[in-house]
């Protein structure tokens, strides 16, 4: 599978993420806490946190963190992470944040998840798509956010609520499928030794194009004889017993294959989770693969690519829940001694999805692919859109970084 071409330049840029919301004047019940693990009190990232029977959904920061909102007042709240037992608890009405402290899952090991052929397993659930993925066309609320580190330093940070249009999986393909930007803020660091004239991959049409069950780049006869599987210790998610296939590279080709693991539920044969890395063994072909431009005299050196793709199972149907990018890099000058280190992350989590009918995002509102969302956002930093919109709560080290950004702003 190959990651598509798209405009995302690197002080403004690399990283990605998007989340769901409405108007915030329609969600006044909400809950806050952290999720830790039960056993060490470590914090736990990316945990899926959900309104039991609803569609409101996010996912825990690096510290644990979250928020979630809703436009009626729920009853309890869902806890699910890879490897970890399934936690509910009441909603705090009083709105006192919750401490979660969740247990590790004890997984049984099933003979038949163990030895069962990964061929089989990935056939049949490619046989599946059409009975586990809307039959309809969808529209999803979202929050979008970029940032970018200049070694353990935030240079740029942008957020976005955005809307995401997906059409009916029984026709496959992602040809209809868009994304809007409503509201977006940025705040950039005003050092021009942070700024590089650097265009990768990225975006928030990621979060459409990425939709590895949709885009026919790795689920074909073809892209799948370029890989080595085997079957993977069996996993939970959310309770439910996993496949778990270990994608290996095996053929040389003329763009980077992936490595890393599929998730597929064993119940509904529906994939849950694509966890995949590039193959970094050919820098060069990476490098091809993700550069879009860079300075004359300026070396680029890729380190990491890697893509999560989730989806979540509501009422007997699969659809996307989570995405999350990173790209980690270094750049030095053909002159200079040393070299820089950089890092972009990219999210997305739907938070709301509309239900009943909908309208498709009209081309004119929608987000080109070759448009950089810095070039879009307001230049100031409100701290009033920030505490409104933020579904993923941003991590300490990122609330941190903000001020000394913004007092640098201000006296420039």
């Known amino acids: 599978m190959r990651l598509k071409a798209l405009f995302f330049p690197i002080l403004l840029l690399v990283s990605f993420s998007v989340y769901a919301q409405t108007d915030q004047a329609q969600l006044p019940f909400s809950v806050s806490g952290t999720v830790v693990d039960a056993d060490t009190g470590r914090p736990l990232q990316y945990v899926g946190v959900s309104f039991t029977g609803m569609r409101y959904a996010t996912v825990t920061n690096s510290d644990g963190a979250f928020t979630l909102k809703s436009a009626t007042e729920p009853e309890s709240v869902d806890f699910t992470l890879l490897g970890y037992k399934t936690v509910r608890m009441v909603f705090p009405k009083d709105g006192t944040p919750l401490r979660v402290r969740m247990p590790k899952g004890d997984l049984t090991l099933d003979g038949a998840l163990v030895i069962a052929d990964p061929y089989s397993v990935l056939r049949r659930a490619i046989d599946r798509i059409k009975d586990n993925y809307p039959n309809k066309p969808e529209l999803f609320d979202c929050f979008y956010r970029e940032t970018v580190q ?3 330093r935030f240079v740029y940070v942008s957020e976005a609520v955005s809307r995401m249009y997906k059409t009916s999986y029984y026709r496959g393909g992602t040809y209809g499928d868009r994304i809007a930007v409503d509201k977006s803020r940025m705040i950039e660091s005003p050092d021009k030794r942070d700024t590089l004239a650097v265009k990768v991959v990225g975006g928030p049409v990621q979060a459409v194009i990425l939709d590895i069950v949709k885009n026919d780049d790795l689920l074909t006869v073809k892209e799948l004889s370029n890989y080595s599987l085997k079957m993977d210790l069996p996993a939970t998610i959310g309770d439910r017993q996993q496949f778990a296939i270990r994608l290996i590279p095996m053929n040389d080709t003329p763009y980077p294959l992936y490595e890393g693991v599929i998730y597929i539920d064993r119940e509904t044969y529906a994939f849950t989770r694509f966890d995949l890395n590039y193959d970094m063994r050919d820098k060069d072909k990476v490098t091809r693969s993700i550069l879009i431009s860079k300075p004359s005299g300026l070396r680029f050196t890729p380190g990491q690519v890697s893509i999560r793709y989730d989806y979540s199972l509501s009422d007997g149907v699969s659809r996307v829940s989570y995405v999350r990018s990173v790209i980690r890099f270094k750049c030095d000058w053909k002159k200079r001694l040393f070299r820089s280190e950089y890092t972009a992350i990219s999210e997305l989590v739907t938070t709301d999805r509309h239900s009943g009918d909908v309208e498709p995002i009209s081309r004119k509102e929608s987000f080109n692919g070759r448009e950089v969302l810095s070039d879009k956002a307001a230049r100031d930093y409100d701290p009033e859109f ?23 702003t201000a006296r420039n």
């Open 150 to 152: 200049k070694k353990n």
């Open 386 to 408: 920030w505490k409104d919109y933020n579904i993923i709560e941003p991590t300490e080290s990122l609330d941190k970084a903000i001020v000394p950004i913004v007092r640098k």
